[in-house]
């Protein structure tokens, strides 16, 4: 197989020392592109001599994988996707038999239907070693669950950030470029909905002025065309575009294709969705072309955003989405490690913009990252040098600036009355979540929820932190990790897992010697090569406790 890389070596080694140790479920978080699979491939081909079981969100994602073993090895693993996991037949999943099951993109594996095939797996064989990789093991969207922590006790091998393997030299810096092309039917909309708007004649007045500026500021800015001309190099590259459906992808193929007409560049287009009877050939198809002078495109309809590499240069982003996983795993594709080149990510349609509440979107986050950096080396007298220029390789403010523009002024729009049940579920809600609330209100903007929650002055649960709160999430998060939100009342999980962050805090994990039996919880070391137990717990806090004495006693990490 091929060669670990050193990261992942390390990763590798950590692995089996957690498994030697007698901790049976091993989480694994990495970005896109920096050999996750590897580390399968390598935990496979040194256990010749057991079952593996192999999860994937996708057959092409397990195809791909079993195209790099060879047919001896095959015979002792078996592959499935999520969504089948439900359905699965008790008949065939006894005969599957498992020393080690896999659980690729495991954040998938919290899917409310599909954890429930999970977890009836998961009991059949508890002496099964787990391995789960993912690079965005927490489920924004749903209520912030992490996956890591819910299913694997947060016992991690890795946990490195996209950023982190920027700036570690593991991935490559991508040029990030965001642009806008849709926003001229979207300054038409606005002017009709501010003149069908409950404000009054003078605001809406005010409103239709700030409207005009900032499309004439917008049509100053350069188009998709200078963007493809200014940053796309010699006209062989191979980007995945993505497109929110099958009907947006027909309305925009002959506007893609002008765009890199106009700019000056051949272009071959290829189609991926699950409408397309021929995608796994077209896909192909797409990976093999190696012809010059021609610019390749993978048009992609919710296909090729988890799992898929090769030889792509970049992505362009025409499917606007919330979803921060969504976004990870579409900038992902533009990523590989060991990747000469620079990688490029168009976009289009501002979703850095939004991609904000759950997480830092990338540019956020690796500018954020940095200042980290310079801030710890700054308290060792030392300077932090990054390597790059981050704001050559991030153009986005100008454009940033007019997007932002627009959502303000469709947040002092007035439109329907909000209900009485609305204003309780905001008044109950918001003062905890913040702006997350929009997730009880569906059929609510993010502005008008905010414009509302002023008018109410009703504070933002994500307010600044007292410096109480911040001693306590010092003081107990490296040993509670997330249930520290039992001492901290009026905090989100999420808000808590950003300042944690922040403050580069890490939960410590004494349940790496804490194993869940049932309803008990064991406290067990390795000691001599041997697993012994040091007590059957009712109580987690109290083998918890346990379980810090003990590993004082031994010398262990605690």
């Avoid at 989480?27 to 192999?54: H, Y």
């Avoid at 982190?164 to 965001?178: E, K």
């Avoid at 006209?235 to 925009?252: A, Q, S």
């Avoid at 000056?264 to 012809?291: I, P």
Wanted: proline share 2%.
């Amino acid at each position: 197989m091929e060669t670990l890389h050193n990261h992942n070596q390390k990763t590798y080694e950590n692995i089996c020392c957690m498994y030697n140790e007698g901790i049976q479920q091993v989480a694994v978080v990495q970005p896109t592109g920096s050999g996750k699979s590897l580390l399968m491939a390598k935990l496979i081909e040194d256990n010749p001599n057991n079952r593996f079981f192999i999860l994937s969100t996708s057959h092409k994602i397990n195809d791909q994988f079993k195209s790099k073993l060879d047919e001896e090895t095959l015979e002792r693993l078996d592959f499935n996707i999520y969504c089948n996991i439900p359905n699965m037949k008790q008949e065939i999943m006894e005969s599957l038999k498992p020393d080690y099951i896999l659980l690729d993109e495991m954040h998938r594996a919290l899917a409310k239907e599909w954890s429930k095939g999970i977890k009836v797996l998961l009991e059949m064989y508890p002496n099964a070693k787990v391995l789960g990789l993912s690079a965005t093991p927490i489920r924004y969207l749903d209520r912030c669950r992490n996956v890591a922590e819910e299913l694997f006790h947060n016992n991690l091998a890795c946990d490195m950030s996209l950023s982190q393997a920027i700036l570690d030299g593991i991935l490559p810096m991508a040029r990030y470029v965001c642009g806008v092309y849709s926003f001229q039917k979207d300054t038409e909309s606005l002017n009709k909905r501010i003149e069908k708007s409950r404000n009054s004649e003078e605001e809406k007045k005010e409103l239709l002025e700030q409207v005009k500026v900032l499309k004439e500021n917008l049509d100053k800015a350069n188009g998709v065309v200078d963007i493809f001309k200014k940053y796309i190099v010699d006209g062989n590259e191979k980007f995945v575009v993505f497109l929110k459906d099958t009907k947006h992808l027909r309305k925009m193929k002959p506007v893609i294709e002008k765009w890199f007409l106009d700019a000056g560049f051949t272009v071959r287009m290829y189609e991926t969705h699950y409408k397309n009877v021929d995608k796994d050939k077209e896909f192909k198809a797409f990976k093999e072309d190696k012809e010059n002078g021609i610019i390749k495109l993978c048009l992609s309809v919710n296909m090729v955003a988890e799992g898929i590499h090769g030889d792509i240069d970049g992505v362009i982003m025409l499917r606007e989405t919330m979803s921060p996983n969504l976004y990870f795993q579409m900038i992902g594709r533009a990523f590989s490690c060991g990747k000469k080149t620079i990688p490029l990510i168009f976009d289009l349609v501002a979703n850095s913009q939004f991609i904000s509440d759950a997480v830092d979107n990338f540019p956020n986050e690796l500018k954020g990252e940095v200042e980290k950096r310079k801030e710890e080396c700054k308290k060792e007298g030392k300077e932090y040098e990054v390597g790059f220029e981050v704001n050559e390789f991030i153009v986005m403010d100008y454009f940033m600036d007019v997007v932002s523009g627009f959502k303000a002024i469709e947040g002092r729009l007035q439109g329907r009355a909000w209900t009485e049940e609305e204003i309780e579920i905001l008044k109950k809600w918001y003062p905890i979540e913040g702006i997350k609330v929009k997730d009880r209100l569906k059929s609510r903007t993010k502005s008008a929820i905010i414009t509302q929650a002023h008018k109410l002055g009703l504070k933002d649960g994500n307010k600044k932190w007292a410096e109480e709160e911040i001693k306590i999430l010092i003081k107990y998060f490296p040993i509670e990790g997330m249930k520290v939100v039992n001492r901290l009342k009026g905090r989100t999980e999420s808000a808590i897992r950003s300042k944690a962050h922040e403050f580069a805090l890490k939960f410590k994990n004494n349940n790496k010697y804490i194993y869940k039996r049932g309803s008990k919880f064991v406290v067990m070391f390795r000691i001599e090569g041997k697993n012994v137990r040091f007590g059957t717990f009712d109580d987690e806090d109290e083998a918890r406790r346990v379980a810090i004495e003990k590993a004082k006693e031994l010398g262990r990490a605690v």
